[in-house]
């Protein structure tokens, strides 16, 4: 299976590609398969202009500007992929009055990533986000999900409810949960992906236990300092 045809493909069901484009989004797999496999500060952008079989060795500069341009080009991709499955399971929570169940909410950030694992049996994107996660985050390298793009509409407006179902653990401490029950999720599916089928949970049961794990995570009352009365 070529990976960066079949990115390429993907994205030609929603609109036409010009060369441009098409030289684009292979960088764009090419970026992201490296970045998850080495980390993203071990990837120089001349090994992605070649992983994505461009002569030209500036490639990554002429149309990202950066490697961090680069990062986030391909959040934007990704997400765009994914919104209209949030969207999708915002509307039918709406219609189900489940706008506060915390499993829903979690359900509607994180099964789209599971779904592309699954079904594509992609983990590519997801090894890069848990190194994003692991490495950048912290830095201050932002997501779409961190400021008004169009490609996380949804996820945004998951992220709230759920800040509001869990009003009680204040701003920082439940973006901090956040983060590492993100991080936790992220890296069951790459263990799942690197495991011998018979030590393996089935990849649904897996998700559904990954849920309820990080519905327990994010839930619990906040930790009491040692000496606290």
């Known amino acids: 299976m070529n990976e960066t045809t079949d990115a390429i493909d993907a994205v030609e069901l929603q609109q036409p590609l010009g060369k ?3 030289t684009r989004i292979a960088l764009i797999v090419a970026a992201e398969r490296l970045f998850g496999d080495f980390g993203i500060d071990a990837v120089g952008l001349r090994a992605i202009s070649e992983a ?3 002569k030209n060795n500036n490639a990554v500069q002429y149309h990202f500007g950066s490697k961090l341009g680069l990062l986030s080009a391909i959040f934007e991709l990704r997400e ?6 949030r969207q999708e399971m915002l509307e039918l929570a709406e219609v189900q009055g489940r706008l506060g169940d915390l ?3 979690l359900r509607i950030c994180f099964e789209p990533n599971f779904r592309l694992y699954r079904d594509q049996r992609d983990i590519s994107y997801i090894k890069l986000h848990a190194a994003y996660l692991t490495t950048h985050r912290p830095k201050g390298v932002q997501h779409p999900v961190d400021y008004d793009s169009p490609n996380t509409v949804a996820f945004r407006r998951a992220i709230r409810l ?4 869990l009003e009680f653990l204040g701003r920082r401490r439940f973006w901090l949960r956040l983060e ?5 999720f992220l890296n069951a599916l790459i263990q799942h992906s690197g495991r011998k089928e018979e030590a393996n949970l089935p990849i649904d049961e897996l998700f559904e236990d990954c849920l309820e794990m990080m519905a327990a995570a994010l839930s619990a009352p906040p930790g009491q300092h ?3 009365n």
């Open 20 to 22: 441009s484009e098409r």
């Open 52 to 54: 994505a079989q461009q």
């Open 80 to 85: 765009g992929q994914l919104q209209h499955q």
């Open 103 to 105: 499993r829903w909410l």
């Open 162 to 165: 759920l800040g509001q179902r």
């Open 180 to 184: 590492s029950v993100g991080s936790m």
């Open 226 to 228: 040692v000496g606290d």
